[in-house]
């Protein structure tokens, strides 16, 4: 399959600790698990969570060695387009699955949608925005 619009996307991050990462994007965003494999004699554990449906999933991974761990800076950021305003029982829920609300480091997000910082310091901003490719 050519590189394309139709090719599955993987977005990778290191974890400090997958059940508190796991909590927040599953529980409190609504993502499935797609996948997990556990740490066995130094390997790699690893969580996949996405939407079904969707053309990417987020995969967690939680370095055996603990000397590889999340460096996010404060303009790393998964975007979710809502199209309508963001729930506050959303904001509320992720909240209390282990996220913490900012402010965003670009006013833009800040303007158009909640900016939240997951357990590892990665932010996720939901934005009431709309977006389309085409």
């Not at 990778?12 to 990462?21: G, N, Q, V, Y």
């Not at 004699?41 to 991974?61: F, I, K, Q, S, V």
Request: one cysteine or more; hydrophobic letters at 35%.
């Amino acid at each position: 399959m050519p590189a394309n619009g139709s090719a599955h996307i993987r977005i990778a991050r290191p974890s400090r600790d997958l059940a508190a990462a796991e909590r927040f994007w599953k529980q409190g965003l609504g993502l499935s698990e797609l996948y997990r494999h556990s740490s066995e004699a130094g390997e790699h554990a690893l969580l996949m969570l996405g939407w079904p449906d969707a053309h990417w999933h987020l995969e967690l991974t939680l370095d055996p060695s603990g000397t590889l761990g999340p460096s996010p800076t404060p303009d790393d950021l998964l975007v979710v387009y809502l199209g309508e305003a963001v729930p506050a029982e959303l904001v509320g829920r992720l909240e209390r699955c282990g996220g913490k609300r900012v402010a965003a480091y670009n006013p833009y997000w800040d303007e158009w949608g909640v900016t939240i910082e997951d357990p590892d310091g990665y932010r996720l901003v939901l934005s009431q925005r709309e977006w389309s490719n085409s």
